[in-house]
């Protein structure tokens, strides 16, 4: 037989399975013996513990809009959205998803899709237009509203207090180079606690550290394909080394001090913690040894946010790498910043870096990622869902949190809507499924992650990508608002439905 036609045949027989269809094997592929065929293996599918909780995750700024409405102020974000060149696309969010208004027709969507929590954040300026000052009852108005549909709808309401968009009124008073702002955010939490904790019973902190103080005050320099990517943040600062780690320790001064505001106000039984981009060092071959070196990455990479924040003290390398422009602390700091939590929640979408043990002195060597290493969308998105079990697992074994929530994953994709009307974002299946997989590892070891939020319910305003990436379960045309679910909704609800990798 030509070899020709080997190929021919099992191009046929390729086609076939892809349609459901069951076709004999092509003459030329070596029969398997009945009872040698793989036997169904039986037991319980790639299960998840009960009680485990599904959700999705949005931002306030990032899909409100109504940005002038009832009182609330300017965010750095609204500045910084407004100046010429800072969003790619040209776009900003004074519309956005139009939440503000359309908030009843979104908790649908999710009520919908099986969703049963939901992970949103309050923007400060709703409450405090200046950041400081008399509350403005209608900003208020609105989270209880929202908090009340939610749980109409039987979907658990987790609030995020802040996710970076400070007041433009405090920014200019020195923003989170100031000690003051670390203050007025935790008599923010705590009032917000005060209000809602008779109906939202966990509250996260801070969002991404990393993201707005080291993106906002200094900015990356990321290196995709061979060519560098500058990435920067609202409000858009290139701080000194020594500014910069005083804005790092002035963000975890809020973290402490708003845990013990929520602690102070809230009813009982409130929990909360920071929700953090934990930087993850992935052991690129699972040996002991490699895994070690991980953790010891892992936590060096962290040591101005979650381990200080876990552990109480600022790590002896991080100290000495940052010498005289190390952040000027006190003990009494110490002791705020590492008020205890009583959870964390961890925002995975890639591994920070591969990693192998090293007879080096830091005791890891980085394994960089080859050239040729698969990506998602977004330019800094590298592919490795293997972090979402590493983070936890990592995590757990540095600090033992009590609970832990993946509190954001997913991807951007080139989702187009086809002419029919639907959006089959494969890659985000796969996306979601893989990373699940890893996950589902997690629990099964008993690690406690007691809940998923994927990023995000909706396309939405990106920060400064605007518009261009897409990283909803849920398509929205910006021109009319309209919202449609994409293959990966259908995706979602199904592992809900299930509880299990599906
Ligand atoms: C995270 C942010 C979130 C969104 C996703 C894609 O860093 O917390 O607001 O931008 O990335």
């Not at 929990?271 to 981009?277: H, I, L, Q, S, V």
């Not at 790498?321 to 205890?340: C, N, V, Y």
Request: aromatic content about 10%; proline content about 6%; overall charge neutral.
């Amino acid at each position: 037989m030509s070899a020709d036609l080997t190929k021919r045949d099992f191009a046929k027989a390729v086609g076939a399975a892809a349609l459901g269809m069951a076709a004999a094997p092509p003459a030329g592929f070596a029969q398997t013996p009945a009872e040698s065929q793989p036997k169904p293996v039986q037991g319980r599918a790639a299960s998840f513990p009960d009680g485990f909780a599904w959700g999705v995750a949005t931002s306030a700024f990032q899909i409100e809009g109504a940005v002038k409405e009832d009182g609330r102020g300017p965010s750095i974000w609204d500045v910084y959205a407004h100046k010429p060149g800072k969003i790619r696309d040209g776009s900003n969010a004074d519309v956005a998803n139009d939440h503000y208004h359309r908030y009843r027709d979104d908790v649908k969507l999710m009520q919908d899709m099986g969703v049963r929590n939901y992970r949103f954040s309050t923007a400060w300026t709703r409450i405090f237009p200046d950041g400081v000052g008399q509350p403005n009852a209608k900003g208020l108005d609105f989270y209880s509203r929202l908090v009340d549909a939610l749980l109409e709808a039987g979907i658990e309401p987790f609030a995020t207090l802040y996710h970076w968009d400070l007041p433009q009124a405090l920014q200019d008073k020195g923003g989170w180079q100031s000690r003051d702002t670390a203050k007025a955010f935790a008599d923010y939490a705590g009032y917000m606690a005060g209000k809602l904790s008779d109906r939202v019973k966990r509250f996260f902190t801070i969002n991404e550290f990393f993201s707005f103080v080291d993106i906002g005050h200094r900015g990356i320099d990321e290196t995709v394909g061979g060519k560098k990517v500058r990435i920067e943040f609202a409000p858009g600062l290139k701080l000194s080394n020594s500014r910069l780690n005083q804005v790092r320790h002035n963000a975890v001064l809020a973290q402490g001090l708003s845990v013990q505001a929520i602690r102070a106000n809230a009813e009982a039984g409130t929990k909360c913690g920071p929700a953090d981009n934990l930087a993850t060092a992935v052991p690129a071959i699972e040996t002991p040894a490699n895994i070690k070196a991980a953790e010891i990455a892992t936590r060096e990479m962290n040591a101005s946010y979650l381990t200080v924040i876990l552990e109480g003290k600022y790590t002896d390398a991080y100290l000495a790498a940052t010498g005289g422009d190390a952040p000027k602390f006190t003990d009494e700091d110490l002791r705020i910043i590492s008020s205890p939590v009583d959870f964390i929640g961890i925002n995975i979408y890639r591994p920070a870096v591969y990693v192998v043990a090293s007879e080096h002195p830091g005791g890891f060597r980085p394994v960089p990622f080859n050239r040729s290493h698969p990506r998602m969308l977004s330019t800094w998105h590298l592919l490795g869902p293997e972090a979402m079990y590493w983070a936890p697992r990592l995590a757990h074994s540095l600090w033992k949190p009590g609970e832990m929530y993946i509190t954001e994953n997913g991807c951007a994709a080139s989702d187009e809507m086809s002419a029919s009307g639907i959006v089959d974002d494969s890659d985000r299946v796969m996306f979601l499924r893989n990373n699940l997989v890893h996950l589902q590892r997690a629990t099964v070891e008993g690690l406690p992650v007691k809940g998923y939020f994927h990023w995000s319910l909706m396309d939405n305003f990106e920060w400064s990508d605007g518009f261009s990436s897409r990283f909803g379960l849920v398509y929205v045309d910006f021109k009319t608002q309209k919202r449609t679910p994409k293959l990966s909704a259908a995706y979602f609800r199904e592992a809900i439905a299930k509880n299990a990798v599906v």
